[in-house]
């Protein structure tokens, strides 16, 4: 699942993973701000709950969103590859200006998702300015290459993490969930240490990462963001480590950030928070419709 061009003209949207276990009763800052991204009282939100087998996943997601403001929100009940091109469904995410993606399996989701219509609507629409967020198994899908599965509470081994191909909407990062809370360092280092290109996102439940277009995330949360940063690593013993073996990483970079953290995924710099920096600020963006 390669990454869709990005448009000349019009920056991307928003990429949002959340670490799962997302506050869905109290303050909701998380969800607020993914429907002001996408557009507020005039947000059309479609929601994705596939991960889940749970049916009250998708109607959960659509009350929040609903209660939030939206101008309309809707969920696709995709359970199966062949819904995938459902012209329906495929219409549906042309006319939204924000697509969540829900917790659960992100096998079941790649397994479903992967190679279909569906899949490379996502990405189109994502840059064409439209916003999409995922919580969980949705954050993990986010980006080229996909945390799906491996050993926590561990110290990083050879073996610790597998891997396999995930949406493609941005192939800067790696992104692990449930992080603190399920002791997920070891097999971040250890799928960050596959190639230093990949900067590794460890986050927190009730904990998001807000992209930016211009490739800027912003730490929105009461938990916290871990970056690891294996650019200027000098030693890595991952290409000769036997199964299960202690990895040695050298030189690497290690950020941890809580709300209203910045960090530049270009740059690769990380910055406290500003108060008088403004949140998550657009360019002049207009998303399309096909």
Known sequence: MCPAPVSKNLPRGFIIPIGGGEDRVKELHIHRRFVDLSGGKDANIVVIPTASELETTGADYNRIFCDLGAAEVDFLPISRRADCENPRYLDMLDKASGIFLTGGNQLR??????????????RRR??????????????????EHMIAGGASNSAPTEGAVNLAPGLGLTNAVIIDQHFTER????????????????????????TAAFIGP??????????????????????????????GQALTLLDLKVHVMGEGCRYDLVGRHAYPPDEHAAFCALPNQKVTTS
């Open 109 to 122: 989701l790649s397994t479903i998702l992967g190679g279909t219509g569906i899949a490379q609507k996502i």
């Open 126 to 143: 994502n840059a064409a300015g439209v916003v999409v967020a995922g919580t969980s198994a949705g954050a993990s899908i986010m980006s």
């Open 183 to 206: 002791n997920r360092l070891g097999r971040l280092l250890a799928a960050s240490s596959y190639n230093p290109f990949l900067i590794g996102l460890g986050i927190d439940e009730d």
């Open 214 to 243: 211009d490739g800027v995330l912003e730490v929105v949360g009461s938990g916290t963001v871990t970056v690891v940063d294996a650019s200027s690593l000098s030693h890595s013993s991952m290409w000769d480590a036997s199964r």
